[in-house]
């Protein structure tokens, strides 16, 4: 799996793209899980492109299809090293293949923290979070 570390690069709006709300450039890993409630599988891993309010593009070690429904995991680094993690509801809206698979994703409602009691990489303990309970990446 990638390193854990976010850099948020700058506001971007292209010409071509669709979408009418700013957007923000931010490198982080990401995990495309299944959907709904209860145990969620692993679909792929990779990396965030950019995010909104309203969706994300990243792209991602396997193909999704258009109208799949995923929850996908955007894992962002805290400056004390810490990791917060976010899932995020959504449905694909486009998918670009080529040297990986460039996904974007509209997201169905609010995303929410996650916290789990096993650190996401094995051997890394996990870090505390500001109220004190272990956080997840």
């Known amino acids: 799996m990638r390193p854990l570390n976010c ?8 010409q071509e793209e669709r979408r009418r709300q700013e957007r923000y450039v931010i490198g982080c890993p990401v995990t495309a899980l299944t959907p709904g409630r209860g145990r969620k599988r692993v679909i792929g891993y990779g990396s965030l492109e950019d995010i909104n ?15 799949d429904l995923i929850s996908l995991e955007v894992h962002f680094s805290n400056p004390d090293g810490a990791v917060t993690t976010i899932r995020f509801p959504g449905r694909v809206k486009r998918v670009f293949v080529g040297t990986s698979h460039e996904i974007v994703v509209s997201f169905l409602r609010g995303g929410s923290i996650v916290r789990r009691k096993d650190p996401l990489r094995k051997g890394v303990p996990p870090t505390q979070g500001s109220q004190g309970g272990n956080w997840i990446n």
């Open 53 to 67: 309010d309203h969706g994300a593009r990243f792209e991602l070690d396997r193909r999704l299809e258009v109208d």
């Open 7 to 14: 850099n948020v690069e700058r506001n971007v709006k292209r």
